[in-house]
Nanobody, 118 residues
Framework: QVQLVESGGGLVQPGGSLRLSCTASGRIDSKYIIQWYRQAPGNQRELVAD???????NYADSVKDRFTISSDSAKNTVSLQMNSLQPEDTAVYYC????????????WGQGTQVTVSS
C-alpha cells in the first residue's frame, strides 16, 4: 500500500502562482510515475503532468510553459509549480501513483482545491 498526501492548494488571483506537493509513503516501488490530475465541476478528470523516477516529464498542452513538475527523491515528494494561473485552472488537483507496467494509477491522494478568482 502507498499513501499519498497532497498540500498547497488555495485561492489565488489570475496571473498568480501556487505550488502543490505530493508526498508518498509506504511500500514504494523502485520505479513509479507520479501523475497530477485535475477535475473541475462537470468535467472529466484530466491528466495535467507526470514525472517518472528517472526524471522524464510530460505535460498537457493546456499547462505547458506555465506548470513545472519536479521531484525530490530523497523525500519521495513531487511538486507542481503552477504559474500564470487562470480561472480555467480552477479544479480539485489529485496526485496519483502509477506503476510503469500498469496503464492506470493504483493509488490516489485525497485531492486539494485550487481556485483562481479575482
Amino acid at each position: 500500500q502507498v499513501q499519498l498526501v497532497e498540500s498547497g492548494g488555495g485561492l489565488v488571483q489570475p496571473g498568480g502562482s501556487l505550488r502543490l506537493s505530493c508526498t508518498a509513503s509506504g511500500r514504494i516501488d523502485s520505479k513509479y510515475i507520479i501523475q497530477w490530475y485535475r477535475q473541475a465541476p462537470g468535467n472529466q478528470r484530466e491528466l495535467v503532468a507526470d514525472i517518472t523516477t528517472d526524471g522524464r516529464t510530460n505535460y498537457a498542452d493546456s499547462v505547458k510553459d506555465r506548470f513545472t513538475i519536479s521531484s525530490d527523491s530523497a523525500k519521495n515528494t513531487v511538486s507542481l509549480q503552477m504559474n500564470s494561473l487562470q480561472p480555467e485552472d480552477t479544479a480539485v488537483y489529485y496526485c496519483s501513483y502509477r506503476q510503469p507496467w500498469n496503464s492506470r494509477p493504483k493509488y490516489w491522494g485525497q485531492g486539494t482545491q485550487v481556485t483562481v478568482s479575482s
